[in-house]
């Protein structure tokens, strides 16, 4: 895979009309930076819901969903993924125009075949490495959040070059675009979120939380310790990898990662990380989310629910009430 020229421009889309469907915090993001970037963008929602209110008071015009497909050139899937195989039957499948693109932000549903794309479109990916109010507040000032970018169909012979013009309407192509595959970005993306970001940093915190409780400390102090923290390590290695926040941490802090973070993360815990991406490679991790949304999310309910009774939620929020940099934030 290579890096794009970071010559990059819209040409490719100038004269398309491109319809996004969805208008969350990427949905959002996505058509207000396509239109400032001069791209023909209408929006497809169903009538009466809170974001066709917020997507009208931002200008745009908003149909129904396939009343949008059908006036598109390019359909941009921005819901949730657990509602995209019924919208692609019910709104796109037999709307989308023929040699028209269907660009997806993850490749979940294609990768995993729970949407099988007509053979006669292109079906392509652009994935901002950001959330979507970083999307757009690097837009407005004038730089980008990098891009990932993939072609899973090209009946035109132009797939590619819609992803990439995509993407620099977005301003991805002010910072970095990268070539992937549905495959690489859909598997890379699972793994990480449930093996770091979301599911090994929060159960993390969780447990050094009840060890030091379990061991007589106070609770406020082990909040501090191993949750408060945390966002000023995060932030060092956000901005300069283990090399600036080893430049920043005491020797102390230093000695200790270099003793004693091998014996909490060691080699049996990569082998179960191992594990948890072949589950989602073989398709046992897709298998089972889809089915645990089918049945109405009981499991999902109930491990949600652990997580907001944990004792570490109860004595943040008092402590959090403190922070007065926090309260103007919100």
Not at 3 to 12: D, I, L, Q
Not at 63 to 81: C, M, N
Not at 280 to 296: L, P, R, S, V
């Amino acid at each position: 895979m290579s890096s794009a020229s970071p010559v990059v421009t819209t040409a490719e889309l100038e004269k398309s009309k491109i319809a996004i469907l969805g208008y969350g915090s990427q949905g959002r993001s996505h058509a207000l930076n396509l239109r400032d970037s001069g791209l023909d963008v209408i929006v497809g929602l169903r009538a009466g819901g809170a974001t066709a209110a917020t997507a009208k008071a931002d200008g745009f015009t908003v149909i129904e969903p396939a009343e949008a497909v059908k006036q598109a050139d390019l359909v941009a899937v921005l819901t949730p993924d657990m509602v995209q195989p019924d919208l692609y039957v019910n709104a796109i499948e037999k709307n989308l125009k023929p040699n028209a693109a269907l660009l997806f932000a993850h490749g979940f549903n294609v990768h995993f075949k729970t949407i099988a794309p007509r053979k006669d479109i292109d079906v392509i990916l652009v994935a901002p490495k950001g959330p979507g109010h970083l999307v757009r507040t690097e837009y407005e000032i004038g730089r980008g959040v990098p891009c990932l970018y993939a072609v899973y169909q090209d009946v035109t012979g132009k797939a590619k070059e819609k992803a990439m013009a995509y993407a620099a309407g977005l301003g991805g192509a002010r910072a970095l675009l990268i070539e992937t595959d549905f495959k690489e970005e859909t598997e890379t993306d699972l793994f990480g979120e449930q093996a770091v970001l979301c599911g090994g940093a929060s159960e993390l915190v969780q447990k050094g939380f009840e060890t030091l409780v379990e061991a007589g400390y106070r609770p406020e102090i082990a909040y501090y310790e191993v949750l408060h923290e945390l966002k000023l390590i995060v932030d060092l290695l956000y901005q300069g990898g283990i090399t600036k926040m080893l430049t920043f941490i005491s020797e102390t802090a230093q000695y200790g990662d270099y003793v004693s973070g091998p014996r909490i993360v060691d080699a049996a815990t990569k082998e179960r990380m191992k594990a948890v991406l072949k589950d989602i490679q073989d398709g046992t991790f897709a298998k089972n989310w889809t089915a645990e949304y089918k049945a109405g999310l009981p499991n999902y309910k109930k491990f949600k629910q652990a997580d907001l009774d944990h004792p570490i939620e109860k004595i943040g929020a008092q402590l959090r009430e403190k922070m007065v940099w926090l309260n103007q934030q919100k």
